[in-house]
């Protein structure tokens, strides 16, 4: 049987997640940054972004995030932009949902952002009934069949 040589194992490295609840500052975008928009996860620590410049581009997590900070499509980031390549950029941080309402209720974000916050089919409130494709039939129809 072999020696255990490392300190622990997956739920040493998974860790206590105790730095979500508190508050955190509001971080808003400096010279070389930009609001984002995420479209999709590529994989490989990778997403494609819809910045507020109206650019596209492909955004690479940056490591300290990478398996800490999970990032899923819709959310608001905040990317480092690149010098020498404009069609790609880096994750700094990613804003919670209420940090994104606060964005957007500061003006940072435009008004046309949607920001859906854990909705997974993309539906808001009135939408709700749209959820409900089932087709009725009468007594008559069925015996047709």
């Known amino acids: ?18 730095a979500d609840d508190e508050k955190r500052e509001l971080v808003f975008k400096e010279d070389g940054q930009e609001y984002a928009q995420v479209l999709r996860m590529l994989g490989n620590g990778r997403c494609e972004a819809m910045c507020i410049d109206g650019t596209k581009r492909l955004c690479h997590i940056r490591g ?47 008004e046309s952002t949607r920001l859906n916050e854990g909705i997974a089919g993309g539906l808001d409130e009135e939408d709700e009934g749209a959820g409900d494709d089932y087709i009725e039939f009468e007594d008559e129809d069925i015996d047709k069949i």
């Open 64 to 110: 300290k995030m990478h398996k800490k900070v999970w990032i899923a499509a819709g959310d608001i980031i905040l990317v480092g932009l690149r010098d020498y390549q404009d069609d790609k950029a880096d994750v700094i941080l990613k804003y919670m949902p209420d940090e994104a309402r606060l964005l957007k209720a500061y003006g940072e974000l435009p």
């Open 1 to 18: 049987m072999p020696k255990n040589k490392g300190k622990g194992g997956k739920n040493r490295k998974r860790g206590k997640n105790e």
